[in-house]
């Protein structure tokens, strides 16, 4: 999906940048912008280690990041920016530059946002980097204006963006509960023989057309297909139909609220797939949790949680990774 262009300026333009780059404002965290010559290709964040957290646990997470990186191909830069206190960010940082260092990445910059200033790491000149900050607003940047004209979105923390693919609740939940008692009742009518994988085939399809023409499922098609998912052959024809088109994160993300608790895993892991095309590895994530928690056994989850943890970009998949699911 083709990103829409923010031109960065400076140390101010990028903190603006980060939370649209990430989809969220980060707190106690450690972010990583990775630069391409002069374009930014890649953008994570990590947890902050503990205040006071020992010396190996610092060098872990550095380790971590340095491997994330590692990863990506044509990486020629690396800027660091850590969010929180700088008892807790200070060391994260300089461990994570010198890792990133010493495995030949050059770190452009290493910045610490508090309490709405700046500091710089690698420019001690008291002209452009005071001792005492640099006001920063990112919410009220020209370059947040501009992502903001553009579509792109930066919401007020990770657990806004949870709530994003949280399951519906009160009315909503209760018709979505008659729903898929009606669509068991349905299912247990069928004539023996009936062709399942057909039917579930044709509610994809329909689904797919449905959100591509701004429209939702009713909560009797969204049941239906919530228990269509069910059979994995089903659940990979969605998948390897899968694409960067903004209409399947949509479709993905409403089914994955909608499903009743014993049926999230599979829409739960269909939008974890589409947000990692997507390039939302906050979201994808997310998506993850939400499948592992209704099923800790579900392999696909799995699969897709492990190739986030290690920032495997999907172009190395290349496909639905059903085969292995």
Request: with cysteine; charged share 20%; hydrophobic share 45%.
């Amino acid at each position: 999906m083709t990103q829409p262009t923010m031109r960065i300026r400076g140390a101010a333009d990028l903190i603006a940048a980060v939370p649209y780059l990430l989809g969220f404002h980060p707190t106690d965290s450690l972010t990583v912008t990775a630069l391409r010559d002069a374009r930014v290709t890649f953008a994570m964040r990590a947890d902050l280690p503990a205040a006071g957290a020992p010396v190996d646990v610092v060098a872990a997470h550095a380790d971590q990041v340095v491997t994330a990186i590692t990863r990506q191909d044509g990486i020629t830069g690396v800027i660091l920016v850590g969010y929180g206190p700088a008892a807790r960010v200070t060391p994260a940082v300089d461990a994570t530059r010198d890792a990133l260092t010493a495995a030949g990445f050059a770190v452009r910059d290493a910045l610490r946002v508090t309490d709405g200033r700046f500091w710089s790491y690698t420019c001690h000149d008291p002209a452009c980097c005071p001792a005492d900050g640099t006001p920063c607003h990112p919410d009220s940047s020209v370059l947040a204006a501009e992502a903001t004209l553009a579509g792109m979105v930066a919401l007020p923390s990770r657990t806004d963006l949870a709530a994003q693919i949280a399951a519906v609740d009160g009315d909503d939940r209760q018709r979505m509960s008659d729903a898929t008692t009606r669509a068991l009742y349905e299912m247990a009518a069928l004539k023996p023989g009936a062709d399942l994988t057909e039917r579930g085939y044709a509610a994809v399809r329909q689904a797919h057309q449905c959100y591509e023409d701004g429209r939702a499922l009713s909560d009797d098609e969204a049941a239906w297909l919530t228990i269509l998912l069910q059979y994995q052959e089903v659940r990979d024809y969605a998948g390897a139909l899968s694409s960067d088109h903004p209409s399947r994160l949509a479709l993905w993300t409403d089914i994955t609220r909608r499903a009743e608790p014993g049926l999230v895993a599979a829409p739960a892991s269909l939008l974890a797939y589409t947000a990692w095309q997507h390039g939302n590895g906050a979201l994808a994530l997310l998506a993850v949790d939400r499948a592992l928690d209704a099923d800790p056994t579900y392999t696909l989850a799995h699969l897709i949680g492990e190739a986030l943890q290690r920032s495997i970009p999907p172009s190395a998949v290349g496909s639905w990774p059903a085969e292995r699911s």
